[in-house]
């Protein structure tokens, strides 16, 4: 298995630090509104990461923080006049419901920044021991030119970061590059304790702190999206790596930006969608389709017409499925033929095919373009005349790869009231007894209800409109 490392920006084979398993850490969202769909992206992305990590075999250990204290979530309390932790915690609520509808794994631990702010405080005591960090009047700075290699992450030389960077008037830095680890108090704002006064920690101590915490000083990957990647990512390797003695993370992964309609998402613009939005449009499943598309690396662009088209080849997949599960209901055979024997061999070419693209620094693209080959092969090849058995084993094939993207292609069974099924029942008969005026009457009344008849040649399908 192959990955590119935006540590050493090139491909390299995965090996992780413990055999069979993968400590992974991934920067979640500050919880201050909805979560929007570029937050969505990594969601997706490094979700399909860890469900491929294990469907080869791989133990998880999968860590996601919430940022429950910043100064967005403070400025949010103060306009609803609530108290931040209510509406962090309205707003974790909220984004672990639109992560449940996009099928993301919840995470083998959720932290959050204010439970874990004494050991932050433990962290920044040992860097200031250790000359990496001073304080002056109740702010804690790190030395960002003591830590030798400082930017091999970004790629950044501190001379020309320097040359941009300034000192603000009420600022008593050492150095223009050096960066918060722990701010004073201000007024109306929630504060904790520390050697150094009332206040709270800065925003990148937090996950140096519980990635350490629940995966270990040394961890296999640390993943977030490609804006984290400076300072953010940056400085979590200074603080980590100066504390530990250890070098932080093997592998570092960053999915790349979504833009809408070919411009950068911003609300000023108008352009901007919330998960929940887009989930009520279209649905969670059709949105999670959609990302997986492309691949984690390339630029993504939104739109209405790319969303309706997802949602179409998505359809194309649970058709297949669909008919299927008809046969497989209906066939009268159960042992396969001589040339079901024959095409069953052909279906490992498919799921090989797959696995390459995913083992290819997780190229969701072509394992879509896999499952698609598989879907034609389905529909050419498993007909009325097919055995029970060899459409079973086709349609396991195709729900055990789209079942690691997360990819729901197989219809639930839904409950529909009882004047409604009764309609349906007295169409069936209305066809059966060739009265197709009466079918298409009540086919028209259904619509009207909400209730999309389709007749196939697998029989009826409904699905609500």
């Not at 960066?179 to 929630?190: D, G, R």
């Not at 070919?262 to 959609?290: C, H, P, Q, W």
């Not at 084993?393 to 690691?404: F, G, R, S, Y």
Request: charged share 35%.
């Amino acid at each position: 298995m192959r990955l590119y490392n935006t540590l050493t920006k090139q491909m390299e084979e995965f090996i992780p630090i413990e055999e069979g398993k993968v400590k992974m850490y991934v920067c979640g969202p500050t919880v201050y509104d909805y979560i929007h769909i570029g937050n969505a992206r990594p969601y997706i992305v490094f979700d399909t990461i860890r469900r491929y990590f294990e469907y080869k075999g791989y133990e998880v250990n999968y860590v996601q923080n919430f940022t429950d204290i910043d100064d967005k979530i403070i400025e949010k309390s103060k306009r609803e006049n609530i108290p931040s932790k209510e509406v962090a915690e309205k707003y974790i609520k909220e984004a672990l419901r639109d992560a449940d509808g996009l099928n993301v794994k919840r995470a083998t631990k959720h932290p959050k920044a204010t439970e874990e702010i004494s050991e932050m405080v433990t962290m920044i005591e040992k860097l200031i021991q250790k000359g990496y960090a001073y304080e002056k009047e109740g702010t804690v700075y790190f030395r960002t030119k003591k830590f030798e290699t400082y930017g091999k992450l970004s790629n950044k030389k501190i001379e020309d970061l320097e040359a941009g960077a300034r000192i603000a008037v009420n600022e008593d830095k050492e150095d223009p590059m050096d960066f918060v680890l722990w701010k004073p108090k201000k007024e109306n704002e929630p504060v904790w304790q520390s050697p150094w006064g009332e206040g709270r920690p800065g925003w990148h101590i937090e996950c140096s702190v519980m990635a350490r915490n629940y995966l270990g000083e040394q961890i296999d990957i640390h993943a977030g999206g490609e804006d984290l990647v400076f300072p953010h990512h940056e400085n979590e390797i200074a603080q980590s790596e100066a504390a530990n003695g250890k070098n932080f993370a093997k592998y570092w992964i960053h999915n790349a930006f979504l833009n809408i309609d070919n411009r950068k998402m911003s609300k000023s613009e108008g352009n901007f969608f919330t998960v929940r939005e887009v989930a009520n449009e279209f649905s969670y499943d059709i949105l999670r389709f959609f990302m997986l598309n492309a691949h984690y690396r390339s630029p993504l662009n939104f739109s209405r017409e790319l969303m309706e088209s997802a949602a179409s080849s998505l359809e194309r997949i649970k058709t297949a499925v669909f008919n299927l599960n008809y046969i497989i209901e209906h066939s009268e055979t159960h042992d396969l033929t001589k040339t079901e024997i024959d095409n069953e061999k052909h279906l490992k070419i498919y799921v090989d095919k797959f696995e390459k693209a995913m083992e290819d620094d997780f190229n969701t693209a072509d394992a879509i373009a896999a499952i698609f080959e598989l879907v034609r092969f389905a529909n050419s090849n498993v007909t009325h005349e097919s055995s029970k058995d060899f459409a079973q084993i086709v349609k396991n094939t195709i729900t055990q790869l789209c079942e690691t993207l997360a990819l729901n292609v197989e219809e639930t069974k839904e409950l529909l009231e009882e004047d409604i099924e009764e309609l349906i029942r007295q169409r069936q008969e209305a066809r059966k007894n060739k009265d197709f005026k009466k079918a298409d009457e009540i086919r028209d009344e259904l619509k009207e209800k909400g209730i999309l008849i389709e007749d196939t040649r697998e029989g009826m399908r409904w699905k609500r409109i």
